[in-house]
């Protein structure tokens, strides 16, 4: 058995799969890696086309979403490592060795995504992952090569080395499956969206690390499960955001940035309904109230005060509003 199952998550995607799949076979070492799709109850012909092609098939039989998808697949399998695939990414021909390398070789780290380009624009990064994730105090992400909606063209500016991050992207993320199950996996009431994130924080209360390997390349489509005008991700995005500051935070700072959190999302939505998303501003509401009605266990894992130091301590909103630092390279350190 290869160290490494490269575990695709599939609901009702045989379109993609034609697409992306025989790439990801073709471009997986035997030695190294197995490729597996794991089904959420699909009702298309993913599941024929993937046993066709020869691949191991994960049936789960219902759709679990991302979260509890993969929680339920990592279960399943043995490899001391998974490396977690979306189905809309195409891999090249040297992505995997290097991350499984680097990893293998640092005990300390327990997860490592390669770089992330974006497929309708090879040479510009890719918004969910770019080359290595990071997060401000007040718990909005932004990444090595993209802040808000502001993406760079790769011109080779941040490097081929290794280099610690503070989340590693679900899209292309390789992890020690051990360490997983250990920080519990991802928040299945998370459903979609940010819940690496969380994955990663916890990891990082208990004194993990994690790297980006830029010289692992791979191309992500992005936005096949939904579009980033869609309500439903906007929904999602501010309400599990949220969820993770309120696992996550330590009790000194947690009153404070919720508070703060408050008004910069009120003003968020005022802004979409001023800008005629009205299903948008709607969206934001709805996530506060859902927050305030289910509010999540808090974190009792790890040091919290210690992870929130490693947050980006000052606020990307100001940095790159009014101080125009929209790169990476460009923001007050």
Request: aromatic share 12%; proline share 5%.
């Amino acid at each position: 058995m290869p160290p490494v199952a490269v575990i695709i998550l599939n609901w009702n995607g045989e379109k993609l799969l034609r697409k992306y799949l025989p790439t990801v076979i073709e471009h997986t070492p035997a030695a190294i890696g197995e490729v597996i799709v794991a089904d959420n109850g699909s009702s298309d012909g993913s599941i024929a086309y993937c046993r066709e092609m020869g691949v191991c098939v994960i049936d789960l039989g219902q759709n679990y979403g991302f979260a509890e998808g993969y929680n339920r697949s990592i279960a399943q399998v043995d490899h001391p490592y998974v490396l977690l695939l979306n189905s809309d990414v195409r891999v090249t021909e040297h992505w995997l060795t290097p991350l499984y390398n680097f990893i293998d070789s640092h005990p300390d780290v327990v997860a490592v995504q390669p770089k992330l380009r974006w497929e309708k624009s090879p040479e510009s990064f890719e918004y969910a992952g770019a080359q290595g994730g990071y997060m401000d105090r007040l718990g909005y992400p932004f990444c090595r090569g993209r802040i808000f909606a502001t993406i760079e063209k790769d011109r080779g500016q941040y490097g081929t080395t290794p280099q610690e991050v503070f989340w590693t992207t679900g899209a292309a993320m390789l992890v020690r499956r051990e360490a997983y199950l250990t920080a519990g996996g991802l928040d299945s009431t998370f459903f979609a969206h940010q819940e690496e994130i969380d994955l990663c924080w916890r990891w990082k209360s208990m004194g993990h690390k994690l790297f980006v390997v830029p010289s692992g390349v791979v191309y992500h489509e992005g936005g096949a499960s939904l579009s980033a005008e869609n309500p439903r991700k906007t929904h999602l995005n501010f309400r599990n955001n949220l969820r993770m500051l309120y696992r996550n935070l330590p009790d000194s700072r947690l009153r404070e940035v919720l508070f703060l959190r408050f008004f910069l999302d009120m003003l968020a939505s005022l802004v979409f309904l001023l800008s005629g998303k009205p299903k948008d501003a709607f969206a934001v509401l709805r996530a506060w109230r859902d927050f305030q009605a289910s509010k999540p266990q808090r974190m009792d894992i790890g040091d919290r005060e210690k992870a929130y130091k490693e947050l980006y301590q000052h606020s990307l909103l100001v940095r790159y509003h009014i101080y125009n630092e929209k790169t990476f390279s460009s923001l007050k350190r």
